[in-house]
């Protein structure tokens, strides 16, 4: 197998792991299920990830650096980058649904997966990183904010987030209101 079928076997196998998150959750992720799913076979599974939990945890750090690698695409504009940031995860087309109902599944596997807990904390705190420096590069000089205001509304912005993805998830909201209250909040800065 050439280094690029393999490459391909594994993002096949990756997919289809998701896929079984979707519908299922991750305790629904088994060796034989994702090769089913992927067309390979166990062993082709089981030479590129060992043990289910390699599986699981590779498909988390998959999921993250995907997001990273497709905001790294998008225009150096800090408006943009912001708006972005808050909305992506918004679950209003059956892919984003898609993406939020994985990244939810990993989320409750964090209680009880330290490994899996470590990288969603990391994306996360990367992300509010990355939401206080576009802040500041939006901030005007002697607005009197300080870094530490920065930070909070930061977080507040991204707990916002969070919280209206969760509701649209359960169709307590549509992704309309929930984009419209993150689109208000963004007006503030």
Known sequence: MTAASAETSRRTIIRA??????????????????????GVSVGRVQHHFGTRD??????????????????QELPDDPAVRLH???????????????????????????VDDPQIARLLAEAKHGTEDEFVRLIEQL??????????????????????????TLRVLVGDLTGAEARES???GLSFL
Do not use: Q
Request: proline fraction near 3%; charged fraction near 25%; glycine fraction near 8%.
């Open 84 to 110: 972005h940031i808050l909305l992506h995860a918004v679950p209003d087309t059956p892919r984003a649904r898609f993406g939020a109902s994985v990244w939810h599944a990993y989320l409750a596997k964090s």
């Open 17 to 38: 792991v998701w896929t079984l998150i979707a519908r299922g959750g991750i305790e629904g992720v088994t060796f034989r299920r994702v090769a089913d799913r992927a």
């Open 182 to 184: 993150l689109e208000t």
């Open 139 to 164: 901030g005007e000089p002697g607005t009197g904010r300080t870094t530490r205001d920065t930070r909070l509304t930061a977080r507040h912005l991204l707990a916002l987030s969070d919280g209206l």
């Open 54 to 71: 390699t599986l699981v945890r590779a498909a988390c750090a998959e999921m993250i650096e995907r997001a990273h690698d497709h905001y």
